[in-house]
């Protein structure tokens, strides 16, 4: 996951100049499965449940435990449980803030089709922030 929000990357680079006071982010991280990919100003379109499904959107924030260098990565699975019929295509990162903020998005390496009631796992050390790019720049 190499493409950082337009707003996020913005902010970051004027707290790192002096030029702004960086707001913490609000923990946790919520990965959100995509069913068509966004861009560095514009959200995905994340997966809606149907058919009975429960998707929701999972702490992604506890299977990374590492910063010590680039790229980061998960020490554990990520999985969600229980989603309904969709092809997933990408991945974003939220904040939970009472409004959230989205932090980062990709899309994955291949969609991934998913039926009724099934999960979707990224496994351990599968997953990485790799902060160098911002798609639309």
Sequence with gaps: MANIDNVEALNQVA???GKATYTA???PIQGRLMTANGSGGSNGTEVTNSGGSTYASVDVGTA???FAALPITNSAAITWTNLPTATIVGLELWDS???PKRKWYGALAAS???SL???LSI???AFAVLPLTRADV
């Design 112 to 114: 991934k089709s998913v």
């Design 123 to 125: 496994a351990a050390s």
């Design 97 to 99: 803030h009472a409004t």
């Design 25 to 27: 982010t609000t923990a």
């Design 117 to 119: 009631g099934d999960s």
């Design 15 to 17: 707290a790192s100049l």
């Design 64 to 66: 990374i435990t590492s």
